[in-house]
Nanobody, 115 residues
Framework: QVQLVESGGGLVQPGGSLRLSCAASGSIFRFYAMGWYRQAPGNQRELVARITSGGMTNYADSVKGRFTISRDNAKKMVYLQMNSLKPEDTAVYYC?????????WGQGTQVTVSS
């Protein structure tokens, strides 16, 4: 069973940057494509970035060119570097298995972009 703990969120001004981290437990982590999801108030949870076990990445159009996902399988970590943040990036961010979010969800980390 994989457990996930997200961290690194906070309040940032438009145009700023944040780096989110996701710590995973469990030996099967390295076999799965992982993703970063976000959920804004009143919206459904959406996948914004994914990375395969081998390191191939894909991004939602809304974050392409601004966000970078990475992983360290040895450390069981997934990261999301977020640059040029916009107010519409405000949401709770979660990491999970990328195809369907099949692992138990963590508590997420709040990102607020506001001046």
């Amino acid at each position: 069973q994989v457990q996930l703990v997200e961290s690194g969120g906070g309040l940032v001004q438009p145009g700023g940057s944040l780096r989110l981290s996701c710590a995973a437990s469990g030996s099967i982590f390295r076999f799965y494509a992982m993703g970063w999801y976000r959920q804004a108030p009143g919206n459904q949870r959406e996948l914004v970035a994914r990375i395969t076990s081998g390191g191939m990445t894909n991004y939602a159009d809304s974050v392409k060119g601004r966000f970078t996902i990475s992983r360290d399988n040895a450390k069981k970590m997934v990261y999301l570097q977020m640059n040029s943040l916009k107010p519409e990036d405000t949401a709770v961010y979660y990491c999970n298995e990328a195809s369907s979010g099949s692992f138990p969800w963590g508590q997420g980390t709040q990102v607020t972009v506001s001046s």
